[in-house]
């Protein structure tokens, strides 16, 4: 899942040495936590948050042979 996250985020973005993804993982759950150059943060929200939509649609449907959770967070360095 955190390749899938970053291939995606590197697309988006002008600054793609800056997407770092850490990955977290329990019993029930995987959590992602996507973080990007803070000049980059708009392409990867989108408008009305389209675009992090699209990519937590993408993870989920990818995570569903994993019997588990899958949250993606993006966070911001500020």
Known sequence: ???LVEVIA????DHPE????TET???RAI??????DPSDMGKVIGKQGRIAKAIR???KAA????DKKVYV???DRN
């Not at 590197?10 to 973005?13: F, H, Y």
Request: net charge negative.
């Open 1 to 3: 899942m955190k390749e």
């Open 10 to 13: 590197r697309a988006l973005v």
């Open 18 to 21: 800056g997407v770092t993804v």
């Open 25 to 27: 993982e329990d019993d």
């Open 31 to 36: 959590r992602l936590v996507l973080s990007v």
């Open 57 to 59: 649609t993408v993870v």
């Open 63 to 66: 995570a569903v042979d994993t």
């Open 73 to 75: 967070d993006i966070e």
